[in-house]
């Protein structure tokens, strides 16, 4: 709501920003961000969900005041901040003073950071053929340019070797993408980003796709999940108290890379996940999605395709997806993700089932209760959400309203090929993970990454 105001004001049409308490400082800030200093905002106090009728009107009764002053406020241009150049030193000290300072500044994620030296970035640089000053993209929502270099010390302080280099770009390119909407990843369900990597260099750099793909603790999974989450906080802007952009409710932990295992892909005469989003099989590809939520570790068993699915279908289907599943519909866009052992996809395939069975299945009988949906929506927040208004619009699936039974079923997933599906995990149990991506905030961006010239001498190089 506030950057549409802060359009209509550049555009000379007056506004005022109802704004619930707790979003008031994140309003001004994305606001200021935007070029506007003192964006006209009249507060709501409270928690407009869990407020009675008579509270409601009372509070809204009192919003007049600060409306008419909002539209007599003349608007104040933001004085931008003239941030360090790339090779500018802005401090000297031990280690434990570069820490405090670094988290004074909110420039880290609470955890130790290595000190992005010139030196140690030019390492990273050697990983490239791209010049140091390119601009990747900009990232909102303060309006940062994301450039090779600031991805070089991004990469440097979460513990990245210089040779992921090409992966930590390919994942800023993703990004940066105006579809991905990283402006919204400030917004209260707090989601985070995922990559998921294919291609050759999964193995080139040691990437875990085995036992404990997606712990801490393989150092290429990690800082390379770590760097993006840096790359949200000190390009995007997007930082929790006491910075005021990030109104993740809880939030969760930055995610690892899930990287393929396309070693038991290729086994089973299925396609990697890379080759679903429509690349060539043996390209490097680097996919970045949000997660909102992950399932519990689901278990299967069976020597039936069937039999090993209907514990996924209940668990993650109906469970994790299907009480998001009311964004999905109401966007008409939804991507979440199953993370299949390879135990449990080689009974699905053994069966005669491929990838495109599986959405199919999911698709076809992971189904829930149209009333409860809508509830689900209206707790949160979403108060107009109701499937035949949506259906008349035109803005979802004719299915969705056949009747005005709140007991009749209608599809947790959307669109069947928007579910992906990739192989990870210990091989020699039958556990699989879904997860959640949060609609159109987040959807799946896919980029190539560009190796330099020379990677095979370098990464030699690289290793000594």
Not at 202 to 227: C, H, I, P, Q, W
């Amino acid at each position: 709501m506030v950057r549409a105001s802060v359009v209509a004001e550049k555009a000379g049409v007056r506004t005022v920003s109802i704004v619930a308490s707790g979003f008031v400082p994140q309003a001004r800030s994305v606001a200021k961000a935007l070029g506007v200093e003192n964006l006209p905002i009249a507060e709501y106090p409270g928690v407009i969900m869990t407020d009675s009728p008579a509270e409601f009107q009372r509070k809204v009764d009192a919003l007049v005041d600060q409306i008419v002053e909002g539209m007599a406020t003349p608007l104040k241009a933001t004085a931008r901040i003239k941030e360090p150049g790339p090779k500018d030193v802005i401090f000297r000290g031990t280690l434990d003073a570069v820490q405090d300072f670094f988290a004074d500044k909110q420039w880290t994620d609470g955890m130790p950071v290595i000190p992005p030296t010139v030196e140690r970035v030019e390492r990273f640089l050697k990983f490239t053929d791209r010049s140091p000053d390119e601009v990747i993209g900009t990232l909102l929502p303060e309006k940062r340019q994301a450039t090779v270099w600031n991805v070089a010390v991004n990469g440097v302080m979460a513990g990245c070797r210089p040779e992921y280099m090409p992966i930590l770009l390919a994942a800023a390119e993703a990004i940066s993408e105006p579809e991905f909407r990283i402006e919204d990843a400030g917004s209260t369900p707090g989601w985070e980003p995922l990559i998921i990597l294919n291609g050759p260099i999964v193995k080139e750099l040691d990437f875990n796709y085995g036992s404990g793909a997606m712990r801490m603790g393989r150092r290429a999974n990690t800082s390379v999940g770590r760097f993006l989450r840096l790359v949200f906080t000190n390009i995007a802007g997007v930082r929790i108290p006491p910075g005021m952009t990030d109104k993740g409710s809880f939030g969760i932990s930055f995610n690892v890379v899930l990287a393929e295992n396309e070693d038991a892909v290729a086994q089973l005469g299925w396609q990697p996940f890379s080759v679903d989003r429509g690349f060539r099989r043996g390209e490097n590809i680097v996919t970045v999605q949000s997660v909102v939520t992950v399932s519990p570790p689901m278990y299967a068993a069976g020597n039936t395709a069937r039999e090993v699915v209907r514990t996924l279908a209940e668990v993650w289907g109906r469970g994790s997806c299907g009480y998001w599943a009311f964004t999905g519909v109401m966007f008409n866009k939804w991507c979440p993700v199953l993370a299949l052992s390879p135990s449990i996809a080689k009974v699905i395939a053994n069966d005669g089932w491929s990838k495109d069975d599986l959405r199919k299945f999911f698709y076809d009988t992971v189904k829930m209760p149209a009333g409860l949906m809508e509830r689900y929506a209206s707790e949160a927040g979403l108060t107009a959400f109701n499937l035949r208004r949506l259906v008349e619009e035109g803005s979802t699936p004719k299915e969705y309203w056949q009747s005005d039974d709140p007991n009749r079923e209608v599809r947790v997933f959307v669109h069947s090929e928007e579910i992906g599906i990739v192989l990870a995990g210990d091989p020699d149990r039958n556990q699989a993970r879904g997860y959640v991506n949060n609609h159109i905030q987040g959807p799946p961006v896919s980029k190539r990454i560009e190796l330099p010239a020379g990677w095979e001498r370098l990464l030699k190089e690289s290793r000594g």
